[in-house]
T-cell receptor, first 114, second 110 residues
């Protein structure tokens, strides 16, 4: 089944403790992206990657890092999480960034930073 | 700059009645519009999209959307709502990346 897999689904952590949210897709997609979802704000892009070793900032990149060492994986790293990063996170992929293709989304990771 | 707006945070509909979830857009150039649905504890699922062609687009689960260029709108519709349609709905435009509206919570009561 074609899918985007995120782990973990739920995570509670403390301020300052580094964490990684993993994302993997099995569709050989070149384009991958991370979004965060907050009430009343919709989904906002954090980082995206056009291909292996090519990453760039989205609209809200502060406090996050990403890497793209393999085509299928695009982990999101929070080096020093803070409470304002409590959110619902989605990874998404697409065969390209071309208009009209849309994205396939993972099931989400609900992160709570206390 | 492009933007997508969903003017209603919540829409309440009785089962069997028609439903409309509103979306307006502001883009430079041609819009590439999407509707996604998010069920509780699930990711976003694609419903339908408008790229070009007929202004009335049909999608999954009996949903359709009407593209109106003069009103810059792309409202989601369904002739007869089901309780199982209750979910969070997002409108988006893809101009390179997907830009989302704020989301509309649809509640369908029996």
């Amino acid at each position: 089944e074609a899918q985007v897999t995120q782990n973990p689904r739920y995570l509670i952590t403390v301020t300052g403790k580094k964490l990684t949210v993993t994302c993997s897709q099995n569709m050989n997609h070149e384009y991958m992206s991370w979004y965060r979802q907050d009430p009343g704000l919709g989904l906002r892009q954090i980082y995206y990657s056009m291909n292996v070793e090519v990453t760039d900032k989205g609209d809200v990149p502060e406090g996050y890092k990403v890497s793209r060492k393999e085509k299928r994986n695009f982990p999101l790293i929070l080096e020093s999480p803070s409470p304002n990063q409590t959110s619902l996170y989605f990874c998404a992929s697409s065969s390209s960034r071309d208009r009209g293709l849309g994205y396939t989304f993972g099931s989400g990771t609900r992160l709570t930073v206390v | 700059a492009q933007s997508v707006a969903q003017p209603e945070d919540q829409v309440n509909v009785a089962e069997g009645n028609p439903l409309t979830v509103k979306c307006t857009y502001s883009v430079s150039g041609n819009p590439y519009l999407f509707w996604y649905v998010q069920y509780p504890n699930r990711g976003l699922q694609f419903l339908l999209k408008y790229i070009t062609g007929d202004n009335l687009v049909k999608g999954s689960y009996g949903f359709e959307a009407e593209f109106n260029k003069s009103q810059t709108s792309f409202h989601l519709k369904k002739p007869s709502a089901l309780v199982s349609d209750s979910a969070l709905y997002f409108c988006a435009n893809q101009g390179g990346k997907l830009i989302f509206g704020q989301g509309t919570e649809l509640s369908v009561k029996p």
